[in-house]
C-alpha cells in the first residue's frame, strides 16, 4: 500500500463531503486529468462503469455533459456547470443529474476542487456541497464513498501512463 492521503468525511449538518486525495504525479498531468474529456473518460466512473463525455467546454459558464455508462449499456446522465477556474489550482462546477436531453434533476451539489503541490506529490482537496440533506443522503445510500473512491483509484493507475 501506498502512503498517498486519502480521506473521506462527510459533515450532515453542513450537507457537504469532505474528499482529500494525494497522487505521485506532475501538477499539469493531475489538472489535465481533471480538465480534459479525453482523459476523464478513462477514469471518471467506479468500475465496471465507464465514463462517456458527450460535450465539455472547459471555461467559467462551460458545462460537461457526460454520462455514467453500465456494462449493460444503462446510462446516468450528469451535467457540470462551471462556476469558476484558476488554472492549476482550483475550479469549480454545479453538478446534477440529468435525462439524456440535458434537462437537469434538482436539486444538485456544489463541487469544489483545489490543487496543491507538497513534497513532490499532488494533494486535490474536494469539497461537495449539497443542496438538500435528502440528496445528500440518498447519494451516499447509493455508495458514493465506495464509487468515488473507486474512481480516483483508477486516476492513480492512469496518471503513470499519461503523457507528461
Known amino acids: 500500500m501506498n502512503n498517498l492521503l486519502f480521506e473521506f468525511t462527510v459533515d450532515k449538518t453542513a450537507k ?5 486525495r494525494e497522487f505521485a504525479s506532475s501538477l499539469s498531468l493531475v489538472w489535465d486529468a481533471f480538465t480534459k474529456k479525453e482523459i476523464l473518460d478513462q477514469w471518471w466512473a467506479p468500475k465496471p462503469f465507464a465514463s462517456k463525455t458527450k460535450s465539455m467546454d472547459f471555461k467559467v459558464g462551460g ?22 477556474i484558476t488554472p492549476k489550482r482550483n475550479f469549480k462546477f454545479l453538478n446534477a443529474f440529468a ?18 503541490e507538497q513534497d513532490g506529490k499532488i494533494k486535490v482537496s474536494i469539497i461537495i456541497y449539497n443542496d438538500s440533506l435528502e440528496r445528500m443522503e440518498k ?3 447509493m455508495g458514493f464513498k465506495e464509487g468515488f473512491t473507486m ?14
Open 139 to 141: 447519494m451516499i445510500e
Open 63 to 84: 458545462r460537461r455533459f457526460y454520462a455514467m455508462v453500465s456494462p449493460e449499456g444503462n446510462e446516468i446522465w450528469a451535467i457540470q456547470k462551471y462556476t469558476s
Open 99 to 116: 435525462d439524456k436531453d440535458e434537462n437537469p434533476q434538482l436539486p444538485g451539489s456544489d463541487w469544489d476542487f483545489n490543487f496543491s
Open 16 to 20: 457537504t463531503v469532505f474528499v482529500t
Open 151 to 164: 474512481t480516483l483509484n483508477e486516476l492513480e493507475k492512469l496518471l503513470p501512463h499519461l503523457k507528461k
